[in-house]
């Protein structure tokens, strides 16, 4: 079993910026990739953004360019760092982690951009 544990998420002013992290903890391969998902209200869970454990990463939509992801093999833990923060960027967003075809989620945390 894996447990995975957000934080960073909160409230911040458009043009701003937020470092979400999430650890990880349990039975974790060294074989694995982590991502960051984001679901605004009455919309479905959107892939942000994926890193694999050799450190490759993939960005989609309006992440590309304005977040970074990173991650800590030695802590397993994985970074979302959110710079040119936007409204459309509210949401909570989900860690996940996926090795030997399991998928694991985190609880999510909110982020919420006023304008």
């Known amino acids: 079993q894996v447990q995975l544990v957000e934080s960073g998420g909160g409230l911040v002013q458009a043009g701003g910026s937020l470092r979400l992290s999430c650890a990880a903890s349990g039975r974790i391969f060294s074989i694995n990739t982590m991502a960051w998902y984001r679901q605004a209200p009455g919309k479905q869970r959107d892939l942000v953004a994926s890193?694999?454990?050799?450190?490759?990463?993939k960005y989609t939509g309006s992440a590309k360019g304005r977040f970074t992801i990173s991650r800590d093999n030695d802590k397993n833990t994985v970074y979302l760092q959110m710079n040119s923060l936007n409204p459309e960027d509210t949401a909570v967003y989900y860690c996940?982690?996926?090795?030997?075809?399991?998928?694991?989620w985190g609880q999510g945390t909110q982020v919420t951009v006023s304008s």
């Open positions: 890193i694999s454990n050799t450190r490759s990463t």
């Open positions: 996940s982690l996926s090795q030997e075809l399991h998928d694991y």
